[in-house]
Nanobody, 117 residues
Framework: QVRLEESGGGVVQPGGSLNLSCVAS????????MGWYRQVPRLPRELVAR????????DYADSVKGRFTISRDIAQNTVSLQMKSLIPEDTAVYYC??????????WGQGTQVTVSS
């Protein structure tokens, strides 16, 4: 089994910053990438940022480029998302994701991020 434990999130004013962290544990052999997705009611879950664990190469949604930075700690099986210049449209439930080769995707429970004045 794979467990993803998320931390961070909360309420922040527009223009503010938040950091999300996710620690993966369990059967992680073949861990290829980790990332963050977000979802608002009645819309599909969308990719925010994703990072390959071995190379460190990262992909970002166009809407967050230049504002969000994803990083990973291989030794700790941790991925972090630094979010700056937050806008109300960033309000969503953010989910940690782990992509494990030949086993598929695993998800965290989700953490709420609310950007509001």
């Amino acid at each position: 089994q794979v467990r993803l434990e998320e931390s961070g999130g909360g309420v922040v004013q527009p223009g503010g910053s938040l950091n999300l962290s996710c620690v993966a544990s369990g059967m992680l052999f073949g861990l290829n990438a980790m990332g963050w997705y977000r979802q608002v009611p009645r819309l599909p879950r969308e990719l925010v940022a994703r990072i390959h664990m071995s190379s460190g190469s990262a992909d970002y949604a166009d809407s967050v480029k230049g504002r969000f930075t994803i990083s990973r700690d291989i030794a700790q099986n941790t991925v972090s998302l630094q979010m700056k210049s937050l806008i109300p449209e960033d309000t969503a439930v953010y989910y940690c994701n782990a992509d494990i080769l030949r086993r598929g995707h695993y998800w965290g429970q989700g953490t709420q991020v609310t950007v509001s004045s």
